[in-house]
T-cell receptor
Framework: GPKVLQIPSHQIIDMGQMVTLNCDPVSNHLYFYWYKQILGQQMEFLVN????????KSKLFKDQFSVERPDGSYFTLKIQPTALEDSAVYFCASSRDTNTEVFFGKGTRLTVV | GNSVTQMQGQVTLSEEEFLFINCTYSTTGYPTLFWYVQYPGEGPQLLLK?????NKGSSRGFEATYDKGTTSFHLQKASVQESDSAVYYC???????????????FGTGTLLSVKP
């Protein structure tokens, strides 16, 4: 089936540094999402993105977070600066429309030390 | 606010046993409800979807029925296999298509372990 690719699969970064998580959505999809899952806890919505704009974001989407997809390249989540509590698995997802199936990537495990 | 509750954090069964996972939800209106499954090392993937139009969904031997009266959406399978071992999430979808951009609200997940 359709694949969402996430790069890298694991990232270790020093607290205070910047990190960019990359996502290659399914090719004909127009809606993009980031979800966060802290180890042992539930999956939580961060943000969704359409037509170059953030549609909705949750309280977890702090001011240090930003998303973009310049000219059809990777859909990225940037955290600057990182904090210890940002350690989690971040899942990228995409869908063709708002009422169609959402496909998830395998996640990027971010460890902030 | 909108939420889903899965009380069973872990279920352990032997092959060919019956599976039943509880899920209740809280929201206004008529949501779309999903069960997602996550295998080790993978992202969540859609298992089945139920809307108020059909009240029931099935896929790969799994069934779920949506009961608005009890706000429940349980998952069941008559005979599990070892390959069904995974985490199962009850998920609440948007009430109105287009407005929320398909934001999904996940339950805490139920880890199913099936022994051969």
């Amino acid at each position: 089936g359709p694949k969402v690719l996430q790069i890298p699969s694991h990232q270790i970064i020093d607290m205070g540094q910047m990190v960019t998580l990359n996502c290659d959505p399914v090719s004909n999809h127009l809606y993009f999402y980031w979800y966060k899952q802290i180890l042992g806890q539930q999956m939580e919505f961060l943000v969704n993105f359409y037509n170059g704009k953030v549609m909705e974001k949750s309280k977890l989407f702090k001011d240090q977070f930003s998303v973009e997809r310049p000219d059809g390249s990777y859909f990225t989540l940037k955290i600057q600066p990182t904090a210890l509590e940002d350690s989690a698995v971040y899942f990228c997802a995409s869908s063709r429309d708002t009422n169609t199936e959402v496909f998830f990537g395998k996640g990027t495990r971010l460890t902030v030390v | 606010g909108n939420s889903v509750t899965q009380m069973q954090g872990q279920v352990t069964l032997s092959e060919e046993e019956f599976l039943f996972i509880n899920c209740t939800y809280s929201t206004t209106g008529y949501p779309t409800l999903f069960w997602y499954v996550q295998y080790p090392g993978e992202g969540p993937q859609l298992l089945l979807k139920v809307t108020t139009a059909n009240n029931k969904g099935s896929s790969r031997g799994f069934e779920a029925t949506y009961d608005k009266g009890t706000t429940s959406f349980h998952l069941q399978k008559a005979s599990v296999q070892e390959s069904d071992s995974a985490v199962y999430y009850c998920v609440l979808g948007p009430l109105y298509y287009g407005g929320s951009g398909n934001k999904l609200i996940f339950g805490t997940g139920t880890l199913l372990s099936v022994k051969p």
